[in-house]
């Protein structure tokens, strides 16, 4: 479990990692480090949770199964995204770490 | 609603501002911008819910009650607050704005 949102940085920039910074029943929260990286062409997330996340460092955008445009968050900028709504991260930065805080509600 | 989390800080430096990003039934996600207010001397924080904090920018200190150490959080520095602790605010920065993410789950 993260003691701070900023230690401890993913030495391996290849894959985004995901950690813990709070697991109480019925709350998650994590942190998620990209560089980078994006959801396979095809692969879209469907969760049977609601999460809510806001990206604190760099920049990504999501795609939501159906919109035609892309929702773009760059830091400060957050998104609900409802359990079953389908979705894709299509793009985080390249020049540097991406740094979201995801809050889980299963 | 704040779309982002470091737009529209408040002017008003003389007092806490409290803004939500997100408020769905059994979660409220919420902005706190302290300009090195504190909780009064006796006052106590009780809350019938549970509380996540981070401190993103800036840096405080929270008092838990029956606890000789205070809790400092500098930038990244997060806390569980479940519902029930007393806790107070005993101080934030004075040299710039403190900003906080608030987790509720009422």
Redesign the interface.
């Known amino acids: 479990m993260l003691?701070?949102?900023?230690?401890s940085m993913p030495a391996d920039t290849t894959r985004e990692a995901f950690d813990d910074?709070?697991a109480?029943p019925?709350?998650r929260?994590e942190r998620i480090v990209s560089h980078g990286q994006e959801s396979p062409p095809d692969f879209w997330y469907e969760q049977d949770g609601?999460e809510?996340v806001?990206v604190?460092r760099g920049r990504a955008a999501l795609e939501v199964h159906g919109e035609e445009t892309l929702v773009w968050l760059?830091?400060?900028?957050?998104y609900?995204i409802p359990a079953g709504l389908r979705h894709r991260v299509a793009s985080t930065a390249k020049d540097g770490p991406t740094i979201w805080?995801a809050?889980h509600?299963p």
């Not at 003691?3 to 230690?7: C, D, S």
């Not at 760059?74 to 957050?78: C, L, N, P, T, W």
């Open positions: 003691k701070n949102l900023y230690a910074l709070l109480v019925g709350l929260i609601d809510w806001i604190l760059e830091a400060g900028d957050h609900w805080l809050v509600r």
